[in-house]
């Protein structure tokens, strides 16, 4: 197989993007060691086989352990790592300390990991977040590159720009290569926390007949799970020298963009919106650095992103697979 001889550690792998990374790279071939606090991969059995599941190994790991996370790596024989651990935004208001022990401490811990391992690490790339950035009326410049002021204005996004700066140090000072990514709205099954969780909820209801108002509006930069979570893989495979800290865009729509498409597809959907409460971060963003890296940055178009999450979730819900109380308050 063409990547056996890769073994990947994957950190918050049962989250949304960890579980589209852990189907990516079960069916490339490559063996996948699958680490999450939690023991119940219920995300990952949303978009994966029996016989997928069956190929991940998966471990318990709280990365906040600093030899736990050596271990696992030297142990492990990992050749590539994909750091998706971390708490989101209201975890980190409800609980500063524990978000800045598991989005910051846990970062650093991986990175003492990667340097542990030394040459036998090819690839990191991580989750860093648009949250890094301030409101739009900061950014002039359009589309905002990758270099942009960074000007969180929440705990989690303070944690993730702490997640950069380590990363660079790391680089400069011990030669550690990153790719680190800025997801904005990741959508698509197993999707199903946060506020820019309702774009697949939106889809979701609209399969199942159920009505749903979205709590935003306005211009939004939306990424297909499956797509964000090949970007991860490639960037990991890609053997960048480097610091990098890359901006995602895709497709660039706004929300009544989007539920007119949703229409399209799906002409009895009882959909809204909440008017006059954009997102407050920057949508028009700049991927020449993303693209330097990988020369084509992983794309399906919004209508057949829709399309292939639509039939999806059909199929779950055909086989009773999917709680829809997540449509709820």
């Known amino acids: 197989m063409p990547h056996s001889d890769e073994t990947f550690l994957i950190t918050g792998s049962f989250g949304c993007i960890g579980a589209w990374v852990l189907r990516t790279l079960v069916q490339d071939g490559a063996r996948v060691v699958a680490t999450d606090l939690s023991d119940d991969p219920v995300r ?11 190929a991940v190994e998966f471990r318990q790991l709280d990365v906040t352990d600093r030899d736990a996370v050596v271990r696992m790596v030297i142990d492990e024989g990992v050749t590539h790592v994909i750091h998706l651990a971390g708490l989101q935004v209201p975890f980190c208001r409800a609980n500063p300390t524990l978000g800045a022990m598991v989005n910051v401490v846990g970062t650093v811990n991986i990175c003492e ?13 991580y989750a860093s977040s648009q949250a890094v950035f301030g409101v739009p009326e900061l950014y002039p410049e359009r589309p905002v590159p990758d270099s942009a002021r960074l000007v969180p204005d929440t705990l989690y996004g303070v944690y993730k720009q702490a997640n950069e700066g380590t990363l ?10 990153s790719v680190g990514l800025r997801p904005y709205i990741v959508y698509g099954v197993a999707r199903d926390q946060g506020m820019t969780s309702d774009i697949a909820k939106a889809i979701l209801a609209a399969v199942a007949g159920r009505p749903y108002t979205l709590r935003f509006d306005g211009p939004v930069a939306l990424q297909l799970a499956a797509d964000t979570a090949r970007i991860f893989i490639a960037c990991a ?3 960048h020298r480097g610091a990098a800290t890359c901006n995602l865009r895709n497709d660039v729509v706004t929300v009544q963009e989007f ?12 959909l809204s919106w909440t008017d006059n409460s954009p997102l407050p971060f920057p949508h028009d963003m700049d991927v020449s650095g993303l693209r330097s890296i990988l020369g084509t940055v992983p794309h399906t178009p919004l209508p057949q992103g829709i399309a292939d999450t ?7 819900l055909a086989d009773n697979r999917i709680d829809l109380r997540q449509l709820d308050g």
């Open 237 to 239: 495979r890609s053997g």
């Open 168 to 177: 660079r140090v790391y680089w400069e000072e011990y030669g550690i290569s």
């Open 259 to 270: 539920v007119t498409e949703l229409r399209h597809q799906f002409p009895s959907a009882d």
């Open 113 to 125: 990991a990667v340097k542990e391992a030394g040459d036998r690490i090819r690839g990191f790339s």
């Open 44 to 54: 990952p059995a949303l978009v994966m086989s029996e016989e997928e599941l069956a």
């Open 310 to 316: 639509a039939a999806h979730f059909g199929g779950l």
